[in-house]
């Protein structure tokens, strides 16, 4: 690093320079002309000296500006990325060394000397420092490696990337694209072998998570042979050991792939494990990959939500739309005046749109009897006193019926359910929705998720609210228009995910209500994938049925195999959540407990550990991939014998060298703390002279 100085003007004359010398040997001058008791010598040093002072000090008067630049040089990077997923070192090449090729790899920092900065990582779904030979990642994300790569050093002189694996992802995008953010030469390694071997496998299976009790569903299972012309593929599948499909596929050629749809029928509640499995056939490659396991949750029947209304409005369908983005929930719209037919004890939730329930005599009793969650959407048609004589949870008092435009203004200390920042930030920036005119007043115990805005300056109304009395969950949202936050989201991000997300949300919270246990204990979902931490959330309900969290939470986790695992709750928010962290592959059973005051409280439930067998999916690996990496970056595909190769090209390279970064900066000279030493040394430099002699 190197720095050098020098005095820049600006808006001051240079020839302030010779008059502030001028000014140091006139002072000098007249300070000394006269005859002292001092040696001539003496007397011309001691002239100099006071001569220099004050020079400078006219100088810091002037106060021209200091130029500093610092040059600093940058080694260029060279970058290893080595796949560490089993892929590699399951189908490999022959002759193939793993332990040699991460050996190899870290010689080329020794190889290139100090005139390089070499950083080694290795990957599989996600990038980490430094080499690794155990080859045990279960998934490949080669685009999110350049990408972490790419961010990592952005900016920094990438001189270099030596990238070594075998071309196969199964999770990311197509790192061609990704790896045109890299500007710099990528060396690629070619692991894994071309030559697809002799080899039965389930390419992929594509199915629906849940289905319901009694119906059908379908799975699509890709089969695929490698070098087993004539063989057969005897595909068959078991649902809880119990075998319930079976087809026999001839395989007509060396290179077979044939997607055969299953039809399989949900016929036992919960969640239901599905092994599919290829019989294997004589010196097959490997048969990992000739097994998969799916696990799909059947649910008894869906949630049926009713949504009234007068006289038809967009926001209706985006409303629907919303809610069935769950496929948990089916969605019924109806006019008031179609009522005849609709079994109201059949629905989870009744959605009243600018409509009161007094409207309709029936449905006024079983709400008030049933206890039914209620969401009410007020705007320009709704009658406003008996929206406020039949539900505490929000009041209106309004002279005339008007409207007015109001925005959404996020709450930020709402915790009966979460919406994600982005989702926050977006339905504040959404446009205004019609609210009635008026002032508003909302019951003690009431949750705030959205206020309203009015032009620029934020208010205490609610747009969107909730109430709980006594088990009865009730919903507000005090404006209509919803169908323009759908259409603008859409047009600005290309998705309604904001919108889906609030409609949706607000729909789960209101029927969870449904049939509440004092104690809840769930799983983030039932099926985890392996490697992946297993989340569990727990609500605990006093005898008001008000959310708390007070009371320690235990839990017991069971594996089929018996082994057990006992954690904990952390408190989060009102609830409680557990990260339980990676488990190992297989069926859990959980027993979680509590007490608040005498009362007892267990639940009990299950979930699954997924194995991941993403890696035995392909075993011929992909170098055209490589190849082309290398040559669009102006680098170059080696093979792992090649290796030692590698020091030389990287030299021999002209585009990767050293570069020198150069930092330009102004500052007073005021500023130059030595340059008050220096006066400081001097002034007392000559004082001591002077006193020394007799002359002070």
Known sequence: MLFLFSLTWGSVSGWWVPACLLLGIVYAWLLYRQPVNLGKYFRYGLSVIRAAVVFFIAMLLVSPLVKSIKYDPQKPLVLIAQDNSSSVNTFKSPGFNADMLVTDLAKLKEQLGDKYDVQAFNFD???????????????????????????????????????????????????????KNIKTSIYT???????????????????NKTAFLGNDFEVEVLTAAYQS???????????????????????????????????????????????????????????????????????????????????????????????????NYEVKTALLADMTGIKLPDCSLIILYQISAGTFAPGKKFIAQSKIPVWYVLGSQSDL???????????????????????????????????????????????????????YGTAAG???????????????????????????????????????????????????????????????????????????????????????NVILNAELYNDALELINTPDVKIDLKSSSGKNYSFLFSRSGPSYQLDAGALPVGEYSYTASTQNGKSQFKASGQITVKALNLETRQSAANHQLLKTLAQQSGGKML??????????????????????????RYSDVIDVKWLFVLILLLLSGEWFSRKREGEV
């Open 385 to 439: 006193p008996a929206f406020n004589t039949e539900q505490g949870v929000v009041k209106i008092s309004a002279g005339r019926s008007e409207t007015q435009e109001v925005y959404a203004l996020p709450e930020a200390g709402f915790a009966a359910f979460t919406l994600s920042d982005s989702s926050r930030k977006k339905i504040s920036n959404l446009p205004p929705l019609l609210a009635p005119f008026g002032s």
């Open 189 to 207: 390694i070619a692991l894994g072998d071309t030559v697809a071997k002799r080899d039965l496998l389930i390419g992929n299976v594509n199915y």
């Open 229 to 327: 012309k004539g063989e057969n593929i005897h595909l068959s599948v078991a649902e809880d050991g119990r075998q319930v499909f079976s087809q026999t596929i001839p395989v007509t050629g060396t290179d077979f792939k044939k997607l055969v749809p299953v039809k399989l029928t949900a016929d036992k509640k919960g969640v239901r494990k599905f092994t599919i499995n290829i019989a294997p056939v004589k010196n097959e490659l490997s048969t990992q990959n000739n097994t998969e396991v799916i696990y799909v949750d059947v649910l008894d029947a869906r949630q049926k939500v009713l949504v009234l209304y007068q006289s038809a409005h967009p926001d209706i369908t985006v409303i629907k739309q919303a809610i069935e983005t769950n496929k």
């Open 446 to 532: 009431t949750s705030i998720l959205l206020k309203q805005k009015i032009g620029a300056i934020g208010t205490s109304y609610p747009l969107l609210a909730f109430g709980d009395e006594g088990g009865h969950r009730t919903a507000v949202l005090t404006g209509e228009g919803i169908w323009r936050w759908q259409l603008s989201e859409f047009q600005n991000f290309g998705n309604r995910n904001a919108t889906d997300e609030l409609l949706s949300q607000t729909v789960q919270y209101l029927t969870a209500n449904t049939n509440r246990q004092r104690f809840r204990v769930y799983p983030a979902r039932n099926v985890f994938d392996e490697g992946e």
């Open 639 to 664: 093979y792992p014998s090649q290796i030692s190769q590698l020091a030389d090209l990287i030299r021999k390279n002209d585009n990767i060298k050293t570069v020198v970064y150069e930092d330009k």
């Open 125 to 179: 779904k996600d990038l980490y420092n430094g080499l690794s030979n155990k080859f045990n990642g279960k998934q490949t994300d080669l685009a999110n490696a350049l990408h972490q790569l790419n961010n990592k050093f952005v900016n920094q002189n990438i001189g270099a990337l030596v990238l070594a694996t075998d071309g196969l992802y199964n999770q990311g995008n197509d790192p061609q694209y990704e790896a």
